[in-house]
């Protein structure tokens, strides 16, 4: 079964830094690019970073630009995103997706997300 | 960045009828346009992608059409696991964006 597992997400200071992790299973991880995908409490969905499938490529919304990054280890089949200088408008669900096709962004697996809270 | 926006916000429909939910992109995105489907505590599930092909698995009920700036996504008969929320994602240009969701409910 194709399976995204993602962890890492705490409450944490303005200010502070957090790395997500998406462990991916039943599928040829290397062979695919990843993306992660936010959503703030109530609120719609909001693309943050993609990697491409041999890590050489980047891309990430204006918002995490220079604060966030994202890495890929393809022994160990899972993706990261590292956050730092954390806001509290970063507060939100952070869903790791795999794309269907390298050569189009959109997303045929999603993970349940893991919570981020931004907070003094 | 592209815009999408997506109307109605909310869409009270009864099982059995048909749904029919708007997205316009601010400039063209060709067909590069993604429907996906979410229900609450739940992950994204893609519905249909290059603005008309069904994803794996996604019931005959469900159809995409439109290009450039307009597209819509048809529910021919809801049935009651269809209320959700659904978005549209553009691909065509980075950033990704997605529209701001309609919610689908019971009338």
């Known amino acids: 079964e194709v399976q995204l597992l993602e962890s890492g997400g705490d409450l944490v200071q303005p200010g502070g830094s957090l790395r997500l992790s998406c462990a991916a299973s039943?599928?040829?991880?290397?062979?695919?690019?990843m993306s992660w995908v936010r959503q703030a409490p109530g609120k719609g969905l909001e693309w943050v970073s993609s990697?491409?499938?041999?890590?050489?490529?980047?891309h990430h919304a204006d918002s995490v630009k220079g604060r966030f990054t994202i890495s890929r280890d393809k022994a160990k089949n899972t993706v990261y995103l590292q956050m730092n200088s954390l806001r509290a408008e970063d507060t939100a669900v952070y869903h790791c997706?795999?794309?269907?096709?390298?050569?189009?962004?959109?997303?045929?697996?999603w993970g349940q997300g893991t919570m981020v809270t931004v907070s003094s | 960045e592209i815009v999408m926006t997506q109307s109605p916000a909310t869409l009270s429909v009864s099982p059995g009828e048909r749904a029919t939910l708007s997205c316009r992109a601010s400039q063209s995105v060709t067909s590069n346009l993604a429907w996906y489907q979410q229900k609450p505590g739940q992950a994204p599930r893609l519905l249909i992608y290059g603005a008309s092909t069904r994803a794996t698995g996604i019931p005959v009920r469900f159809s995409g059409s439109g290009s450039g700036t307009e597209f819509t996504l048809t529910i021919s008969s809801l049935q009651s696991e269809d209320f959700a929320v659904y978005y549209c994602?553009?691909?065509?240009?980075?950033?990704?964006?997605f529209g701001g969701g309609t919610k689908v409910e019971i009338k």
């Open positions: 997706a795999k794309v269907l096709d390298n050569d189009y962004s959109f997303f045929d697996i």
């Open positions: 994602q553009q691909y065509n240009n980075w950033p990704l964006t």
């Open positions: 990697i491409s499938a041999g890590g050489g490529y980047e």
């Open positions: 039943g599928f040829t991880f290397s062979s695919y690019a």
